[in-house]
């Protein structure tokens, strides 16, 4: 076989692995959903579904890493359509839709991360709220749609996370899907990966919110952001540089000729550099 041909298998397959992962996370999200408390001690909650929940360990797993699967295909995918310029080839509207879908499905990731309730989790969640809040004129009304501090911390994000993202993700997407969408043989055998990872590898340890560690990370995707709060403020950091990738991304379509080829180095440029700031923040730490 080919190196094209090789590279047309993968894009062909990748984004029906990616939707069956989707079906996989979403079943059991609904299931945990069950179980999960947003109020109260959510920790204890998370550590009473792992261990006195019967399947509850395998089913955090294997939300979790479904989950991932889903999200880290989708980002593939759309790197798939940029490098080949389809962005060319689509409506502008469905090409803003299809980048906002996946900023929407990182937003999935991350408050899933602060539903853990432990140590990461939470956080995670100030994180957000400093963020959100370091927004001018708007920042605090903005920041109180999606996190409050208090006892009632869990909650928007539990509603974000679980009722109203992945439906509108769906939604979002729902014309896109329909040539992606997967083959039974590739739904059963990625269950099956997904069933066989979930009950071979390990659930990660959840770090109690108590507990006095030296450094907290956090999500995967996040940690670039998180090297660069190091040394700009929240606002530019969090807020204006992710922002505006994503609008430059988004814009793609809309440039001339000379232009789109400027931008379109630029936007991968970008992404390599992002890159290697997460991978050094894995090696070296933040
Ligand atoms: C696009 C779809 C979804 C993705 C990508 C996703 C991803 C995730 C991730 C990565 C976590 C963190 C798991 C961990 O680190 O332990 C999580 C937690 C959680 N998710 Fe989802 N999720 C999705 C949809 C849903 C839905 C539809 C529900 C419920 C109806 C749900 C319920 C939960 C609950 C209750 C938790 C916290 C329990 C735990 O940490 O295991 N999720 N999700």
């Not at 329909?178 to 071979?200: H, I, K, M, N, Q």
């Not at 990660?204 to 952001?225: K, N, Q, T």
């Amino acid at each position: 076989m080919s190196f094209s041909e090789a590279g047309k298998r993968l894009s062909y397959h990748l984004p029906r692995i990616g939707l069956s992962a989707l079906i996989v996370s979403l079943a059991s999200g609904l299931i945990l959903a069950f179980y999960y408390r947003p109020m109260g001690d959510v920790f204890r909650n998370v550590e009473e579904i792992t261990s006195l929940v019967p399947y509850g360990w395998f089913l955090r797993q294997l939300h979790y890493v479904a989950g991932q699967a889903f999200v880290i295909l989708m980002l593939i995918h759309t790197g798939d359509h940029f490098l080949k310029k389809r962005y060319r080839t689509y409506a502008a509207t469905q090409w803003i839709l299809l980048i906002l879908s996946l900023c929407l499905c990182f937003f999935v990731l991350f408050t899933g991360f602060i539903l853990k309730g432990d140590k990461e989790g939470l956080f995670a969640g100030q994180i957000m709220l400093n963020l959100l809040q370091a927004i001018p004129l708007v920042g605090r009304r903005l920041a109180r749609l999606f996190i409050v501090s208090g006892p009632d911390f869990y909650f928007l994000p539990y509603l974000y996370h679980c009722f109203f993202l992945p439906f509108l993700i769906v939604y979002l997407i729902r014309f896109h899907i329909r040539e992606w969408l997967p083959d039974r043989v590739t739904f059963y055998l990625t269950f099956l990966g997904l069933f066989l990872y979930a009950l071979w590898v390990d659930l990660h340890r959840d770090i109690p919110p108590g507990a006095m560690v030296e450094h907290v990370s956090g999500p995967w995707f996040f940690l670039g952001i998180q090297s660069l709060l190091k040394v700009l403020p929240p606002l530019t950091a969090g807020v204006v540089i992710p922002g505006a990738y994503a609008g430059l991304i988004m814009a793609a379509p809309a440039t001339g000729p000379a232009m789109g080829k400027i931008i379109h180095l630029l936007i991968a440029g970008l992404f390599c550099l992002y890159v290697a700031l997460t991978l050094k923040a894995i090696v070296w730490g933040i």
